[in-house]
């Protein structure tokens, strides 16, 4: 079976500083891993994803996520934040030929000036 | 851009009340879902729909029914609402290609069962 964890419940940040969010997985299969954000009020949005290939991902916004598959890691990080990165993020696994995924418990990061 | 609408942002409903949640997409997925979101929790999934009248338990069907009558709507039914439904629900849908697929979603709606 497929799942996710997620160390950090929550990451206190400053702006313009670096952060780092982990993701560790596991799965029986080849295996397609996401990025979503949840900004205050709003619903979920993908931010990057995995699917084979370079094992570096970026996103339009400065975020970017290495595939570890020795670490069954997808570790996502940003050299400098802003304020309005200031949101949830999920790490998620596809589980099945569905395109079901199954979801970390999520990280809130609060960027303070 | 893909929409995912859902009828309500804030609901508040009675112990043992019929709530009925609605989700609209408008771009012909064949794919909806219907999650919960709870603090520490992460989204879980209730129901998954990859038809029109099509569906299949997700991982916390226990308490909930869906109904998908047309392809663009899929509708979560609370029978007799309870206060361990209250929760963040959040609809989902995709295009139905298989595992790559991403999931957009709606802005949720927040349940209060009293």
């Known amino acids: 079976a497929q799942s996710v964890t997620q160390l950090d419940s929550q990451v206190p940040v400053f702006e313009e500083a670096p952060v780092e969010l982990r993701c560790n997985y596991s799965?029986?299969?080849?295996?397609?891993l996401f990025w979503y954000v949840q900004y205050p009020n709003q619903g979920l949005q993908l931010l990057l994803k995995?699917?084979?290939?370079?094992?570096l991902v970026e996103s339009i916004n400065g975020f970017e996520a290495e595939f570890n598959k020795s670490q069954t890691s997808f570790h996502l990080r940003k050299p400098s934040v802003h304020i309005s990165d200031t949101a949830e993020y999920f790490c998620?696994?596809?589980?099945?030929?569905?395109?079901?995924?199954?979801f970390g418990a999520g990280t809130q990061v609060v960027v303070t000036p | 851009d893909v929409k995912v609408t859902q009828s309500s942002r804030y609901l508040v409903k009675r112990t043992g009340e019929k709530v009925f949640l609605e989700c609209v997409q408008d771009m012909d997925h064949e794919n909806m879902f219907w999650y919960r979101q709870d603090p520490g929790l992460g989204l879980r999934l209730i129901y998954f729909?990859?038809?029109?009248?099509?569906?299949e338990k997700g991982d916390i069907p226990e308490g909930y029914s869906v109904s998908r009558e047309k392809k663009e709507r899929f509708s979560l039914i609370l029978e007799s609402a309870s206060t361990n439904q209250t929760s963040m629900y959040l609809c989902?849908?995709?295009?139905?290609?298989?595992?790559?697929?991403?999931?957009?979603f709606g802005p949720g709606t927040r349940l209060t069962v009293l």
């Open positions: 989902a849908s995709s295009i139905g290609q298989g595992r790559t697929d991403t999931q957009y």
């Open positions: 729909s990859y038809d029109v009248k099509m569906k």
């Open positions: 995995y699917l084979s290939g370079s094992t």
């Open positions: 799965s029986s299969v080849s295996v397609y």
């Open positions: 998620a696994v596809s589980v099945d030929s569905w395109g079901k995924l199954q």
